[in-house]
C-alpha cells in the first residue's frame, strides 16, 4: 500500500455541531485583550474582589492537613462539608442530598440540557437570555422559544401561551436577579405571578442565580425555587462571591432529577475538582461570605454609580436609553434609532472601548440597538474614560449616517 | 386557586437520560468504603505518589505572584504555557495549537461524543472497554458495536468489517496501554496493522491513553496517533501522574476537529479551572515529570509483583487465571467455570475484600467469570491478606455449587 493510496480519515461530524458556534462574547474578548482597550465587554469580576490571601491560607491548610485526600478521586455529588454550607446558606429548607457541586455553573446549564432535552424539544427563554445558557442547550438541539419579556422579566401570559400544546415545553430557563445580559430583576409582584402560573401548569423552571448576592440597596426577592422547590432547579456559582478560576457552582435539584443529573455529571467529568471544593469549603467557614460579599456590592455599586454618571453625562444630546441595575455587573444601554452595535463596536475599538452587541443574546432576532456594558472590571476612572469614547463613537456614527 | 387544584410539575426526561445508569463503579467503591475492606476495586492511584510538598510550592507561589489573573476567567483553550509543555512532552510533532486543557479526561471523552456522536451512529469500542467511555457516548445514543479483541488488543479483521457499511462507524475508542480494565498493551504488530487499516478505511481513531507512563520495564511502543495525527484524536490525564483531584486533562486534535471541541468545551464549562492548570505547569517546569514519574513506576511494579506472587500462592488448585499487565493499574483475571462475579462479590466483601466484576465493561454481554483487580490503591501487605480472602472466597463458591 502506497501513502497516496489512502483515504483522508472521514471525520463525519454529529449533527449538533454545525449548530455549535463560537462565542461571540468570547471572540470578542480577545480583541480587547489588546493593551490600552477598556472592556465593558467581558463579564469579569473585577480582581480585586477575589480573596487571595484566604485561598493562600486554604491551601496551605488543605494541603498540609489532607493532602492526600484532596488530591484523590473523590464522589460525583461533590465534598459533603461544601455541600452542607450551600444547602444552609439558601434562604429555604434544602437538604444536603439535593446539592450537586458542579464546574462552574455553566456545567449545571450543560447538565440540564442533557438530562432534559430531546431533539426538538421547545424550551422557554428570556428575551434577550443569557447566552452561555444558549451555548449549552444548543448541542442538544431544542427549539428555543422567546418569550416577550419587560424590565421586570417574562411576560406570564406569553409564557403560558407558549408552554403548553401539542408538545409541551421541556422548562423555563430563567434569571431573576440582575439579569446577564439587561441586568434586569424580576418584581416580587412578577416572581409571585409565575410561580403560580407555571406551577398551574405544570412547567418547570430552571432558575440561574449567578449574581443574587451582588445586591446593592436591598437584596432581591425570594428565589423561585424556593416557593415551589419540586417543579424547579436552581443553578448557583461561586464564581461572582468568591472567584471565577476555581469553576465551582452548584446545582440543588428535586428528587425526581437529582440522580439523572448525577449521572450525567459522572460523565462528564467524574466529579469537580476536590482540591477546590475544600479550598472553598474552608475559605467558606466561619462566616466568610457574610464579611466578604458586602465589600463586593460596595465596590460594584460604586461602578454602577460611576456609569450611570458617566452615561448622564457624555450621552447628552444623544438618542441612548440605558436602565439602572439594582445589582450584578450588567448594564443595558439601547442606541439610536437606526444604529446598530455590531457596526459600532469596530469603531468604539478605534476609541479604545469594547462592549458586547445585545444582538448576540436573543433566541431569535436580536434588537440591533442593544449594548450590555459590565461596569465592574474597568475602574471608576476607566468607566469615564470610557464611556466619553463610547459616546464620542455614537455620535461620529450618528453624524456619518445618511440623510434619510 | 387552591393549592390541590395545581398540577405536580411535569418533569419530562430526555430519552437519553433513560439510558443513563449509575457506574457500577461508583456504587461498588462506596461498599468499599466501609473500614477494614482491602479494595482492589477502585482505580485510584496510591495517594503516596502525590507529590503533595511540590503542590504546596506551587500554590503559595501562583497564589503569591499571580493571584488575580490564576482566579479569573480564562481562555477556553487552557493556559498557554502548560498547552506548550503537553505538546512539547508528547513522542510526535505536536503543536501548542492542537492541545485543548479539559476537566480530566472524562471531559475529554464527552466532548468527543457531543462533537462525533449522532442518535444511533455506529461507533466501535474494544471488548471489553472503558466503562467511563461508555458512560460519557452513551447520553449521545449511539449504537455502541463491540470489536472482537484478544491479549494484544482489537482484532483488525473484525474492526474493518464493522467500521464500513451504509452507516459507517463514526470511530473506534481504543486505549492501547494498560488498558482499563484488562491491562492489557497493543503489540508494535498489532499498532501497525491497525493503523494502516484504519488510514487505508478512513476510519477515525479515538485513542486514550491515561496510562501510557506508567510501564514497569520498558515504555510501550509509540501512540497510534503519532502515526496518522490527522485522523485520530488523542486524550491524556495528569490525573495518574500528578493527582486526579485536579481534575486536569487534555486534548490532541486534528485542525479538522479542534473548533468544534473548542465550542463543545466552552458550552461544557467555559474552561478548566485557571488555578489548577497554573499550579500544574508550575510543578511540572523544569522537568519534574522525569523525576516523579519513575517512582510512580517503581512503586506500581512493586505492587504488581506482590498482586502476582499473591495469587499464584493463593489460587493454586483453583481454576483461575489472569495476566501480567507491563504497566498501569489492572489486573484481568478469571475465576472457575461456572462462577460468575457478581454473584462472588458480596461473598468477598464479607470476606473483607472488594473487586470490580469483569461484566461491567463489556458494551454487549459481558463475560461473568472476569474480574479487574486494581493493584496499586492497597499496600503490599495489603494485596497479600486481600488476595488470600478472594482465594477463600472462591473456594467457597466452587464448593457451594451444586454437583453436575
Redesign the interface.
Known amino acids: 500500500?502506497k501513502l497516496n493510496?489512502?483515504?483522508?480519515?472521514?471525520?463525519?461530524?454529529?449533527?449538533?455541531?454545525e449548530r455549535?458556534?463560537?462565542?461571540v462574547i468570547?471572540e470578542i474578548l480577545k480583541v480587547t485583550e489588546r493593551p490600552g482597550i477598556i472592556s465593558f465587554a467581558?463579564?469579569?469580576?473585577s480582581?480585586?474582589t477575589?480573596p487571595?490571601s484566604e485561598?493562600?491560607a486554604a491551601?496551605?491548610k488543605v494541603?498540609?492537613d489532607d493532602?492526600?485526600?484532596?488530591?484523590?478521586?473523590?464522589a460525583?455529588e461533590g465534598y459533603a462539608p461544601l455541600r452542607e454550607m450551600v444547602a444552609a446558606m439558601l434562604p429555604w429548607k434544602v437538604d444536603a442530598s439535593q446539592v450537586l457541586i458542579t464546574?462552574?455553573s455553566?456545567?449545571g446549564l450543560?447538565l440540564v440540557a442533557?438530562?432534559?432535552?430531546?431533539?426538538d424539544?421547545r424550551i422557554l427563554v428570556e428575551t434577550p437570555t443569557y447566552l452561555?445558557a444558549l451555548?449549552?442547550f444548543?448541542?442538544?438541539e431544542p427549539q428555543v422559544v422567546s418569550v416577550a419579556s419587560d424590565a421586570e422579566g417574562v411576560d406570564v401570559e406569553d409564557l403560558a401561551a407558549k408552554a403548553v400544546g401539542a408538545s409541551?415545553a421541556?422548562f423555563l430557563y430563567v434569571l431573576p436577579n440582575f439579569q446577564n445580559p439587561t441586568g434586569r430583576t424580576m418584581s416580587e409582584a412578577r416572581r409571585a405571578s409565575l410561580s403560580?402560573r407555571?406551577?398551574?401548569?405544570?412547567?418547570?423552571l430552571i432558575e440561574d442565580n449567578p449574581y443574587g448576592d451582588l445586591w446593592f440597596d436591598a437584596p432581591p426577592p425570594l428565589p423561585l425555587t424556593a416557593r415551589?422547590p419540586?417543579?424547579?432547579v436552581y443553578l448557583g456559582s461561586f464564581?461572582k462571591v468568591l472567584?471565577?478560576?476555581?469553576?465551582l457552582g452548584f446545582i440543588v435539584a428535586?428528587k425526581?432529577?437529582y440522580?439523572?443529573l448525577?449521572?450525567?455529571k459522572?460523565?462528564?467529568?467524574?466529579?469537580?475538582?476536590?482540591?477546590?471544593q475544600r479550598m472553598v469549603a474552608e475559605v467558606m467557614k466561619d462566616g466568610f461570605l457574610d464579611r466578604h460579599v458586602p465589600t463586593i456590592r460596595a465596590l460594584y455599586k460604586s461602578q454602577r454609580d460611576a456609569m450611570l454618571a458617566a452615561l448622564q453625562r457624555e450621552m447628552q444630546g444623544l438618542d441612548v436609553q440605558w436602565n439602572t441595575p439594582d445589582g450584578g455587573m450588567f448594564l443595558w444601554a439601547k442606541l439610536p434609532q437606526g444604529m446598530d452595535a455590531v457596526a459600532l463596536l469596530p469603531k468604539a475599538v478605534d476609541r479604545g472601548v469594547a462592549f458586547v452587541p445585545g444582538a448576540a443574546f436573543y433566541a431569535g432576532e436580536g434588537d440591533p440597538r442593544t449594548v450590555r456594558l459590565s461596569f465592574v472590571t474597568a475602574t471608576c476612572e476607566q468607566i469615564d474614560q470610557g464611556i466619553a469614547a463610547l459616546a464620542a463613537a455614537i455620535r461620529e456614527a450618528s453624524t456619518v449616517q445618511p440623510a434619510r
Chains 1, 2 share one sequence.
Open positions: 500500500m493510496d489512502l483515504q483522508p480519515t472521514q471525520w463525519t461530524l454529529a449533527r449538533r455541531a455549535m458556534n463560537p462565542s468570547r467581558g463579564g469579569l469580576p480582581p480585586k477575589f487571595v485561598f493562600r491551601c496551605e494541603l498540609r493532602g492526600p485526600a484532596a488530591l484523590q478521586y473523590a460525583s464546574t462552574g455553566q456545567q450543560d442533557k438530562v432534559l432535552i430531546d431533539a424539544s452561555g451555548q449549552a444548543t448541542p442538544m409541551p421541556r403560580a407555571s406551577m398551574e401548569i405544570g412547567l418547570p415551589n419540586e417543579g424547579c464564581s472567584a471565577p478560576g476555581l469553576r428535586p425526581a432529577l440522580p439523572k448525577l449521572q450525567a459522572q460523565a462528564a467529568d467524574l466529579h469537580s475538582p476536590g482540591f477546590n
